[in-house]
């Protein structure tokens, strides 16, 4: 009852601005019903890798032609977005702008579709881990994006949200920088998982999935420390070319 109180007068003192268009925002977020609205959310999606498909009936058990034929370590994406204007500059903004108020605003409606989309799921994953950053480029960036979202995800489900049980050991080229046959070996070998790790069934969370080839390295370094299943929680899908 306390927070609530609280809650209130924040609003009143510090109120909802729209990220967007700087219109006042709605159901205390940072953003208002219009631009919510024109979000380019990710409907129609390969249920494995979540890229964006053509069909007519929503929320369908998709499989695109690439994972009909490529196998993956994760075992499944949902994505809320699709990678594009205007999503593309707000996570822009929150990578490299230091604007976190804006994973606040993200994670929160990650959590709200994912609520959605796993009401009739059997089980929810025993933890959430984001995917990790190397130590340099924390210390050079001051946070880590896919943890900052995953907090509100974590609030929603009261789900652990584990920070220290897995390292990047390899300071990687930026995904983003190299062409899609290179992003494998940038990533490969670039994760540890602690030893007493013992969850059977993790979901992941970062912001933008492209080629995938960091989440499948990151589930393939899980599953070879006992985890049977990885779902990734992710912000954005950027469409293949």
Not at 32 to 60: T, V
Not at 67 to 92: T, V
Not at 128 to 152: F, T
Request: with cysteine.
């Amino acid at each position: 009852m306390l927070n609530n109180w609280l809650k209130k007068v924040l609003n009143v003192v510090y109120p909802h601005q729209c990220a967007l268009c700087g219109a006042s925002g709605f159901q205390d977020r940072d953003l208002c019903q219009d631009c919510y609205e024109e979000l380019p959310f990710n409907h129609n999606a390969c249920s494995i890798c979540a890229i964006p498909l053509a069909s007519i009936e929503k929320n369908q058990d998709l499989i695109c032609g690439q994972c009909q034929q490529q196998s993956r370590y994760f075992n499944a994406c949902q994505s809320l977005l699709i990678y594009q204007s205007p999503i593309d500059k707000l996570i822009h903004q929150l990578k490299f702008q230091h604007r976190l108020h804006l994973a606040n605003l993200l994670g929160d409606l990650m959590a709200e579709s994912l609520e959605t989309r796993l009401s009739h799921a059997k089980h929810l994953p025993d933890c959430i881990i984001p995917v990790p950053l190397h130590a340099s480029r924390l210390r050079e960036r001051g946070y880590n994006q896919a943890l900052e979202l995953a907090k509100p995800i974590a609030k929603r489900f009261n789900l652990p949200l584990l920070t220290y049980s897995c390292v990047r050991n390899k300071a990687t080229m930026p995904q983003s920088d190299l062409p899609a046959e290179e992003r494998l070996n940038n990533v490969k070998d670039g994760f540890t998982v602690q030893r007493n790790f013992s969850a059977k069934h993790v979901a992941i969370v970062d912001d933008v999935i492209t080629t995938g080839s960091t989440l499948d390295e990151f589930a393939k370094t899980l599953k070879a420390s006992g985890v049977e299943t990885v779902d990734a929680w992710i912000c954005a899908r950027a469409q293949r070319h």
